[in-house]
């Protein structure tokens, strides 16, 4: 069974810092991996997307990196704005349109 | 750019009713997932659908849940008779082949009272 654990459960920062959130996996046979940031009371809004043959992603101030081997991504943002604050959630895709499985989420204070 | 769209946004029912979430996902996508979130918790499958036919369900999705494609552009989740503990923010997916990424809807929050 694919359990995924984000660590930290919270984070707050300056404004301008650059960080990461972590996704730890336990079981290494995954189709893929998608970061999503998710408002208060919103759905989820796709951020990125690595296929579990690749090793990075990037998309302006994100990227993201998969190590199948040792169950881990990260997720490093740049640059850091207000406007970053929201819940980060990575999921799991085991493959062949089956169970995704979703962290518990990074929620992400950005201070001006 | 397409979006994954749900009604209603909000929905409150007695416990035992009936309700019916409905989503319409993007135009050429063909795989549809059913998510659950409840306040303050993690995001939970529910089902994966393809073709007409469920791919898979997580234990949660048992005999109170069904979903269906009844036309070509929705696609609804029921839950015949409502309890408490299915009061949730319900997600749908639109999932863009090959490359499996997920497109969410805004969600409908459901109540149960």
């Known amino acids: 069974k694919q359990e995924v654990t984000q660590i930290p459960a919270a984070l707050s920062v300056p404004e301008g810092e650059n960080l990461v959130l972590n996704c730890s996996f336990t079981d290494s046979a995954i189709y893929n991996l998608q970061w999503f940031r998710q408002d208060p009371g919103k759905g989820l809004t796709s951020l990125l997307l690595?296929?579990?043959?690749?090793r990075e992603q990037t998309s302006g101030r994100l990227n993201a990196s998969l190590d199948k081997s040792s169950g881990r991504s990260t997720l490093y943002i740049a640059a850091s704005q207000p406007g970053d604050s929201a819940t980060y959630l990575c999921?799991?895709?085991?493959?062949?349109?089956?169970?995704?499985?979703f962290g518990t989420g990074t929620k992400l204070q950005v201070i001006p | 750019e397409p979006e994954v769209t749900q009604t209603p946004s909000h929905q409150v029912t007695q416990m035992g009713q009936e309700v019916i979430l409905r989503c319409v996902p993007i135009?050429?996508?063909?795989?549809f997932y059913w998510y659950r979130q409840i306040l303050g918790q993690k995001v939970e499958f529910l089902v994966s659908f393809y073709n007409n036919e469920i791919s898979e369900k997580s234990e949660i999705f048992d005999d109170q849940f069904s979903v269906e494609r009844p036309d070509g552009s929705n696609f609804t989740l029921k839950i015949r008779s409502t309890k408490l503990e299915d009061s949730a923010m319900y997600f749908c997916a639109s999932v863009r082949g090959p490359t499996q990424e997920q497109f969410f809807g805004p969600g409908t929050r459901l109540t149960v009272l």
């Open positions: 690595i296929q579990s043959s690749q």
């Open positions: 135009s050429n996508h063909l795989y």
């Open positions: 999921a799991v895709n085991s493959g062949g349109y089956q169970k995704v499985t």
